[in-house]
């Protein structure tokens, strides 16, 4: 008798557990950004637009941005740069002034939800390519990290 009353409070506990949907779990369904990419058109002098892709419904992103002179160096020195910036979309323009004086851009972004709780994303890691033949700087993403 013990055991047919053990095993029918489990299973009921485990349909209450699995008739929950998302919304009732996370009832602003706010998730960390999952992946961000940069603008792959040539960059001469607008900036290099960031965009995270996110499927939230968090009201704003905080952008980290970690520009890195040196991309051999083993960690940070005093001639890097971070910028913390909050954007109301899902995109960030990086300036020129940071664009044209860094070689590598480390970069996190993290979901501000309606709970106020902040989602981070990981890190991603942009170096500075010269396509050949052009003038033209390219940002391109290497492994996260």
Not at 6 to 17: K, R
Not at 35 to 55: H, K, P, V, Y
């Amino acid at each position: 008798m013990k055991t047919q009353l053990l095993v029918y409070a489990s299973f009921l506990c485990l349909s209450f557990m699995l008739s929950c949907d998302d919304r009732e779990i996370n009832p602003y369904l706010c998730k960390a950004p999952s992946l961000i990419s940069a603008d792959q058109s040539c960059s001469i002098s607008n900036g290099l637009e960031l965009t995270a892709t996110s499927d939230n419904s968090s009201l704003e992103l905080e952008w980290t941005i970690i520009a890195l002179k040196d991309s051999a160096a083993d960690g940070w020195t005093g001639n890097d740069l971070r910028v913390i910036a909050t954007t109301a979309s899902k995109t960030y323009t990086i300036p020129d002034s940071i664009v044209k004086t860094y070689k590598t851009l480390i970069v996190s972004t993290a979901a501000k939800c309606l709970d106020g709780s902040l989602l981070h994303s990981t890190y991603h890691r942009f170096i500075q390519t010269h396509p050949t033949g052009n003038n033209c700087i390219v940002w391109t993403l290497q492994n996260p990290e």
